[in-house]
């Protein structure tokens, strides 16, 4: 069993900045690459930023310079520092692990809300 529980989201001003972390349980994390998605209200679920199980890093251009994945195998957390928030930040942040074998498995956290106000 696989569980993602993350943390850190809240109420922020613009430009203001939070750190969210998602713990993995279960064996999974050494061998997994990590990502973070984010879905607003009314909108469809995107993703953010992703970082492989060699560290290699991806972004959404909207945050590109603003926000950074980072993941720490020992303590099997992955780690997204937002700098620079925009109101257009706003939204429920999701965890994601996913291992390729015979096809992609994916896991999801339960998701924590970040709302940055103008």
């Known amino acids: 069993q696989v569980q993602l529980v993350e943390s850190g989201g809240g109420l922020v001003q613009a430009g203001g900045s939070l750190r969210l972390s998602c713990a993995a349980s279960?064996?999974?994390?050494?061998?997994?690459?990590m990502g973070w998605y984010r879905q607003a209200p009314g909108k469809q679920r995107e993703l953010v930023a992703t970082?492989?199980?060699?560290?290699?890093?991806n972004y959404v251009d909207s945050v590109k310079g603003r926000f950074t994945i980072s993941r720490d195998n020992a303590k099997n957390t992955v780690y997204l520092q937002m700098n620079s928030l925009k109101p257009e930040d706003t939204a429920a942040y999701y965890c994601?692990?996913?291992?390729?074998?015979?096809?992609?498995?994916?896991?999801w956290g339960q998701g924590t809300q970040v709302t940055v106000s103008s």
């Open positions: 970082i492989t199980m060699g560290g290699s890093t």
């Open positions: 279960g064996s999974i994390f050494s061998r997994a690459g």
């Open positions: 994601n692990a996913w291992v390729v074998s015979s096809r992609r498995y994916d896991y």
